[in-house]
């Protein structure tokens, strides 16, 4: 099946989405200019195709400007592609999916929703390879004591703290769900 995607303005700056018929396949948080955003997608899926994306599509693109203007959107009905994506991920990423708006966990408290307490650096890494930054909130996701942690997306850890003030979720202290 092709794939399509779009980019689009956000509050934060152009991010990316890409879709295979009502799924998203990847997004893609802002690489500085909408140039480099269309790249960074060419590079993850070669063979895609930029096009207007279908309303299911339409939808979550729109839910993504919306939370990242600061409404409390919930994007855990957004349908993703798992193919590929390791069991481990995906069940942390179902529990960060979980973590609304406003809100957020840490890695040791993600390993432990798993049932594995001893696991909080491998939950790191799978927010590291996170496919779907925003509908995969992995911004939600600090270290232990509430300390950023790390973020791999462009800009960092200030972007990351950018998305948690957005949404609420970083005044003094970040609000633990």
Not at 118 to 138: D, E, T, W, Y
Not at 147 to 162: E, H, L, N, P
Request: glycine fraction near 14%.
């Amino acid at each position: 099946m092709t794939v399509g995607f779009t980019v689009f303005d956000t509050a934060i700056g152009v991010c990316g989405l890409a879709w295979r018929g009502d799924v998203v396949a990847g997004t893609s948080l802002p690489e500085g200019s909408a140039e480099r955003t269309r790249v960074w997608l060419l590079r993850r899926f070669p063979d895609a195709v930029e096009g207007t994306p279908p309303p299911v599509i339409r939808e979550a693109v729109a839910g993504i400007v919306a939370l990242l203007g600061g409404e409390r959107r919930d994007l855990a009905s957004v349908r993703l592609d798992m193919t590929g994506v390791p069991e481990f991920h995906r069940r942390a990423y179902e529990v960060a999916r979980a973590i609304p708006p406003g809100r957020t966990l840490t890695y040791g408290d993600i390993a432990h929703r798993l049932g594995q307490p001893g696991s909080a650096q491998a939950v790191g890494q799978a927010m590291g390879h996170n496919p779907f930054p925003i509908i995969v909130p992995c911004h939600r996701v600090l270290a232990a004591a509430g300390k950023d942690g790390g973020f791999s997306a462009r800009g960092g850890v200030g972007t990351k703290r950018r998305m948690l003030v957005i949404e609420g979720a970083l005044a003094d202290e970040p609000t633990l769900f």
